[in-house]
């Protein structure tokens, strides 16, 4: 079989779906033949993504989900009437402040969208897999900012690390039951959203430091993300698999 070639027919339902790399990670998959539940609170916006999807031949669906209250992630899963074989835990947030002049509520909405909902979800989906009796693959999308830090993103960076943290105690938990739970680390990679910001001398300065000298694109993180949800990565468990053009291992 080729690579990649088994997830075609499976289902993945993918969080933070509305746009960004939510959405990329969505269209992904689906152009891998994989029924796509594109979830998140902006219904509109999503919408409009299933469309874009079907019109390329993909295979999509939209379902309302707010990752941060645990009766949301109860009721989009009881409404999934199809095996779950994929979950990509994209949802989050930056809530980027200074920690010296960041307020209690804003810390806790960067960590309640993170880490609690990367939480209630992966549980969520485990119980739907388990009761399968057929496993999965669970990625959990992170961040090198959960394995480094930088300046006025300390809840980001906390939340981030934590999840890690999870992504390994859960695939050591629900390995038995042929659930494979992964992280994938993104570095700095280009969107609409940060393109301005990459443009200005700061971001211009950031770039530098990275060893390849560029930002990545959304499409270099497909390699990873089909290996973490394939039989390609069927081995693969617990792990952190950094994609950051080497910025990790850049010189302090």
């Excluded at 119980?127 to 006025?152: P, T, Y």
């Excluded at 301005?196 to 430091?209: M, P, S, W, Y």
């Amino acid at each position: 079989m080729a690579l990649f070639e088994d997830l075609a027919g499976k289902t993945a339902i993918v969080t933070g779906a509305s746009g960004g790399l939510g959405l990329h990670f969505a269209e992904a998959l689906a152009k891998r033949k994989v029924h796509v539940m594109l979830a998140a609170r902006s219904r509109d916006k999503l919408d409009s993504a299933v469309q874009e999807i079907r019109s390329q031949g993909g295979s999509a669906e939209a379902i309302d989900l707010d990752v941060t209250r645990a009766d949301s992630v109860a009721e989009a899963f009881a409404a999934i009437r199809r095996n779950i074989d994929i979950v990509v835990n994209n949802a989050g947030i930056s809530g980027g402040a200074a920690a010296i002049d960041q307020s209690e509520a804003d810390f806790n909405a960067v960590i309640a969208t993170n880490l609690n909902g990367v939480f209630l979800v992966a549980k969520a989906a485990a119980q739907r897999m388990k009761a399968q009796g057929n496993g999965g693959s669970i990625v959990n999308i992170a961040s090198i900012l959960g394995l480094r830090v930088a300046g006025n993103l300390s809840a980001y960076a906390a939340s981030k690390a934590a999840a890690i943290q999870l992504t390994k105690s859960m695939a050591l938990e629900w390995a038995r039951y042929g659930i494979r739970v992964n992280a994938l680390c993104p570095g700095y990679i280009e969107t609409p959203i940060n393109q301005d910001f990459f443009q200005t001398e700061a971001g211009k300065a950031l770039v530098n430091r990275i060893p390849t000298r560029r930002l990545g694109m959304a499409e270099e993180l497909d390699g990873p993300l089909l290996l973490l949800c394939s039989n390609a990565g069927s081995y693969m468990t617990g792990s952190a698999l950094v994609v950051d053009g080497g910025h990790l291992v850049s010189s302090l």
